[in-house]
Structures are given as C-alpha cells and as structure tokens.
C-alpha cells in the first residue's frame, strides 16, 4: 500500500493525540505547582488571585483537551469507515481541517499559558518572596 492521504490523516490524528496527553501531563503538574504555592501561610493577596486565574485557565484548556479528543476520535472513526482511500469525502477532508486549525489554537494557547505559569512560579519563589517576618 503507498502511503497517501489516508494513511496521513490517521497519523496526524495519532499524533494530535499523544500531544494532548503530553499536555495534559504537563498541565497536571502545574496545577500540582500553582496549588503548592497557594499553601504558603503568607501568600500576597495578588499572588493568591494570579495563582487561582492561571488554576482556572488551566482548567478551562484540560476541558478544551477533553473535548478535543472526543473530536479527533470521532474524526479517526469516521477514517475507519472510509471504503476507497483513493478519494476521501469531502466530510473526511473538512473534518481533518477543521482538527487542525483547533490543535493550533489550543496548543499556542496552552504554551502561553504554560509560559505565564512558569513566569509566574519562578518570580513566586525567588528568595526575596518566601521571606517570612
């Protein structure tokens, strides 16, 4: 079998896949890192409210991750069901775009975030911040 557009499709899918669950992980591990830091005794006002908004949007992204996935897998199904992989349905095609363009946004999104978490998580433990008077 050569491989062609089909068999593309279902690698993509694949690993769309493995990248969620990738940034799933991470995404847990952060929230393990932003709810240590809100367990400090002295934990500012401001730092407890940034650490709770980026707890939500994390949160709010691992939904979009779920759901996500629950798309791609309905997507890979609908590879399964095709007879001719000489000429995939328009439906097949669109989906597949349509995967594509929410993995870019979702994933640009959560390396954002990511980078604000770990922006936020090293000024939050820097020495001069865990001084305790």
Not at 46 to 62: T, V
Not at 69 to 94: G, I, Y
Not at 102 to 107: A, D, F, N, R, S
Request: aromatic share 12%; hydrophobic share 40%.
């Amino acid at each position: 079998m050569i491989y062609g557009q089909f068999q593309y499709y279902r690698d993509e899918i694949k690993s769309w896949l493995r990248t969620i669950e990738f940034c799933k992980n991470d995404l847990r591990d952060l929230l393990k890192q932003l709810n240590v830091s809100l367990s400090f005794p002295l934990v500012s006002l401001p730092d407890a409210k940034a650490a709770q908004a980026l707890i939500e949007q994390l949160m709010f992204q691992e939904q979009r991750f779920d759901h996500t996935r629950q798309h791609f897998q309905l997507q890979a199904q609908r590879l399964r069901n095709v007879k001719s992989s000489d000429k995939l349905e328009h439906v097949v095609n669109s989906g597949q775009e349509r995967c594509r363009v929410k993995m870019k946004i979702y994933e640009l999104a959560f390396i954002r975030t990511k980078y604000d978490c770990s922006v936020f998580l090293s000024s939050f433990f820097q020495p001069a911040q865990l001084v305790v008077q």
